[in-house]
């Protein structure tokens, strides 16, 4: 059974920062992309970063560009999304996703292209 496991998540205050980890279990993502969504309450999930399968192309949703950092690591099987200053409207359950093809050259926002999902965690920023 595959599964995508989030982790570091919480609650943090305004300014502060957060780490998330994906770890896959059950096969190895090393040839897809990974893509980290959010969704708030009322919200669509959208994308906040997303790492092609080298690591070598990556695209932010424009509300945490020069926050946030995505960034793989496919000898761990790991994949972690770096967030700092951390704004209150960042406050969102935050998903890891892999890719549903194989070798995509630049990562899709569109969750319809993501074939395995994480159950979230939750990332609270509030005072």
């Known amino acids: 059974q595959v599964q995508l496991v989030e982790s570091g998540g919480g609650l943090v205050a305004p300014g502060g920062s957060l780490r998330l980890s994906c770890a896959p279990s059950?096969?190895?993502?090393?040839?897809?992309?990974m893509g980290w969504f959010r969704q708030a309450p009322g919200n669509e999930r959208e994308l906040v970063a997303g790492v092609n399968w080298r690591g070598a192309n990556i695209r932010y949703s424009d509300s945490v560009k020069g926050r946030f950092t995505i960034s793989r690591d496919n000898a761990e099987n790991t994949v972690y999304l770096q967030m700092d200053s951390l704004k209150p409207e960042d406050t969102a359950v935050y998903y890891c996703a892999a890719d549903r093809l194989d070798g995509r050259n630049r990562p899709s926002p569109d969750p319809l292209e993501y074939e395995y999902w994480g159950q979230g965690t939750q990332v609270t920023v509030s005072s």
């Open positions: 059950g096969r190895t993502f090393s040839s897809r992309a």
